[in-house]
């Protein structure tokens, strides 16, 4: 199993960022699919999930209507698309996908939000 993410990188306030999560070693379409980050000193926050059918989505409040989570069965891939970028919003971001028991983690990459 591998979650590799990507997009990750510098940038500045307001400005937006679209990070991908590839996934291979499993039915992708069978799982669901999330975003957590992890700020220096903080725990682990769900971001955002998308469902395996790929119908429903949820947010943490702090990232509503700013961030967007799809999914690309097609690629096997996830996205997050990071808009409105707040100097909070820094963190280590990683890929998620769960079905039950099962629960798969990428290596994360990291998002800096600065002027």
């Known amino acids: 199993v591998h979650l590799v993410e990507s997009g990750g990188g510098l940038v500045q306030p307001g400005g937006s960022l679209r990070l991908s999560c590839a996934a291979s070693?499993?039915?992708?379409?069978?799982?669901?699919m999330s975003w957590y980050r992890q700020a220096p000193g903080k725990e682990r926050e769900l971001v955002a999930t998308?469902?395996?059918?790929?119908?429903?989505?949820t947010y943490a409040d702090s990232v509503k209507g700013r961030f967007t989570i799809s999914r690309d069965s097609a690629k096997n891939t996830v996205y997050l698309q990071m808009n409105s970028l707040k100097p909070e919003d820094t963190a280590v971001y990683y890929c998620?996908?769960?079905?039950?028991?099962?629960?798969?983690w990428g290596q994360g990459t990291q998002v800096t939000v600065s002027s």
């Open positions: 998620n996908a769960r079905l039950i028991f099962n629960s798969y």
């Open positions: 998308i469902t395996s059918a790929g119908g429903s989505t």
């Open positions: 070693g499993f039915t992708f379409v069978r799982y669901d």
